[in-house]
């Protein structure tokens, strides 16, 4: 029986780990089985091709909220060349509620509705010994819709293999890799479908310790955990970080953590693990209590900033923050509150996201009492609701598009730390922004980031005529440390005015080696490689207007500024 696992991501670099687990847990039980990457910008034809090309008996295919359109569409195309084809549907877009599914795309044979290692494999044999199909599997009879024993979950972990056989291939295409040490989540946020299965199974840690030595050995760049809230049990998690923070590697790991939840103990050790090892992303959603409430979440935001700032302080983890729009019981003022309360923290990033109204999860019961309006199709994204119009969420659509191209870029910090500051709180500011950005027809185009850095200067000169001086000094600095090499035309330069001064410095060795110790000349090129001379007449991080002369040193990806004093 030749099986085809047909995984449609939605990007390149992302990889299928649950088909690959799949594969895997397969292969160790007898089961061959090939899979196929795609993505949903690959043409449907050109798939179509790829599957039927190695003449499958079965196709399965994992179907989630980025490609659950495309993938129909190709189920139904697969019915239509290959008529006596199997197909088999998995993935959590069509695990629970299977009759919707069989009606939306009938074209389907077999559902395997939750975890699906275990339950593959046992369909693959009911195929092959032509018996009647295992539990946890929907199927059309006699056209109705049979399935018994509700959604499967893996009770024990360390049943499952290492899901990158191919791991070579992976890193040699520079995808991410992804892994996941604990299955099901103890909380059950309205808006989630992780909370159903609120049964925590954990690999044990010697099995997670060879996994990540492979991926380590192996040479990875990123890996990415998906367990829904790592930081759960310290007697677990802690010594999976401390395995990592010990390994010889340049690779990254990826952790969702609830930040509230870290503990004395875990804070002190995390001072002290390797710049670049760890980053965390960590969904506040938001500050409003009465939302908070609604979605079922329990947070102790004092706790919360105070291990944030904590972590923050440390300068090792890149920390990624998260805020939902279109939540019950936030309107404008409300979100705009939550929006202050989290910026106010200065994450590395801080993502503004929408709304999803997932099918199954308490949220999409709750629609009616909301009144929410959403996308029928996926993404299913939140339209309006009771607290917060269309037009509301809309302009929240521009202002995220301007978040993006600035704060989150890491490019412009001095700039908008005073123009933030200058407005008297961040969201006044970037509605400004937003506003303008919006009237100029800059939403949604894209923008690189020297258009960008352009269109803020073009901004500040409409709306803060009166303190463009200093703002033009401040954007002259950070795009000395974030954007090298670059001195556009509109910002005025001193390069001439300080060539003399600059010649002079360097040429005085003793001088140079005050401020770098381990300067030593090699060229004048690499000089203008590697350092920048400017002098500004504020001061970026008190705002004092005085003159002051900055070294900017560009090293391994990274910028420093030292002021010169006796330039």
Known sequence: MKIILTAIGS??????????????????HGIETELIEDTVQTPLLAVLAEITGKEPDVVGLSVHIWNKNYVYSLIRLLRK????????????????????IFNECPQIDYIVMGEGEEVFASLINALQQNSEPPAHVALKKDGRTISSGGTAVVADLDVLEFAYPDLANVIAGKKIVYYEST????????????????????????????????????????????????NLDENYYLPIMQHLADAETDATFHFEIKADLLTENVLN?????????????????????????AINRRDNWEK???????????????????LIAGLPYEGMAEFEKSFNDVYGLQPDMLQLGFLKVLPGTVMEKQRLAHELRYMD???????????????????????????????????????????????????AFYKKFALWWQKRGEYPLGHNVR??????????????????TDICELLRFDVLMFQPGWKPEFLKWHSEELNEKSMAFWRDAERVQRYLPDYNFA?????????????????????????????????????????????
């Open 11 to 28: 990007k390149y670099i992302h990889t299928a780990l649950g088909l690959r687990g799949i594969r895997a847990y397969a292969k160790a």
């Open 81 to 100: 060349v290959m008529p006596q084809l199997k197909i088999i549907a998995g993935g959590p877009e069509v695990s629970f509620e299977p009759e919707r």
């Open 183 to 230: 299955r099901g989540c103890p909380f059950n946020c309205s808006y989630c479908l992780s909370g159903i299965s609120r049964n925590v199974r954990k690999r044990s840690l010697n099995k997670v310790y060879a996994d990540l030595d492979r991926m380590i050995a192996a040479g990875v760049a990123l890996v990415k955990f998906v367990d829904r809230t790592y």
């Open 269 to 293: 050790f995390l001072k002290t693990v390797p710049k670049g090892r760890f980053q965390f992303e960590i969904g506040v959603q938001t500050t409003n209590a009465a939302t908070l409430k």
């Open 304 to 322: 919360l900033t105070a291990n944030v700032k904590r972590l923050l302080s440390y300068g090792n983890i890149h920390l990624h923050l998260d």
């Open 377 to 427: 199709e996926p993404p299913y994204e939140i339209l309006s609701t009771k607290y917060m119009p269309y037009c509301g969420l809309r302009f929240l659509k521009v202002l995220e598009d301007v978040f993006e191209h600035t704060y989150n870029s890491g490019r412009f910090v001095y700039t908008l730390k005073y123009l933030t500051e200058a407005e008297g709180n961040a969201f």
């Open 451 to 468: 258009g960008v850095s352009r269109l803020l200067y073009e901004f500040a000169a409409e709306c803060y005529a009166e303190k463009l």
């Open 523 to 567: 060229t004048w090129r690499q000089i203008q490689k590697k350092y920048a001379i400017e002098y500004f007449d504020i001061s970026p991080f008190t705002y004092e207007k005085t003159r002051k002369y900055y070294l900017f040193m560009y090293e391994n990806g990274a910028a420093k500024a030292i002021e010169l004093k006796d330039l």
